[in-house]
């Protein structure tokens, strides 16, 4: 899920959207959600398994996780909830009533 059009396009700043009431699991890889600019909301998804990371970010995006559950699979050691491309930009990232197991790590 890739929500932002390009690099390059700075009218995404304006996008808000709401990631809600999902289930990531077993054979997802990566972008649940990859966000370029804008404002996004994750709220009460259930993330198991994915093999890469889970909500990833660039061009300074304010991300608001809020209720999510990850659970990292236990046979590997590089998991990681979040990804942020610290070559680009940095961005905003909160996180509420957050449950983490199996040693993911947010970068």
């Known amino acids: 899920m890739l929500l932002g059009a390009q ?4 009218d995404d700043k304006k996008m808000q959207v709401t990631v809600a009431y999902n289930h990531f699991g077993k054979g997802l890889v990566q972008r649940m959600p990859r966000v370029r600019w804008g404002f996004v909301h994750v709220v009460n ?24 559950r990850f659970i990292a699979p236990p046979h590997k050691q590089h998991y990681r909830e979040v990804q942020n491309d610290l070559s680009v930009h940095i961005y905003i990232w909160h996180q509420i009533k957050v449950l983490i197991e199996n040693m993911c790590i947010y970068r």
């Open 7 to 10: 690099n390059n396009n700075m």
């Open 45 to 68: 998804n259930d993330y198991t398994h994915w093999e890469l990371y889970a909500i990833g970010g660039s061009q300074g995006p304010t991300i608001l996780s809020h209720g999510n």
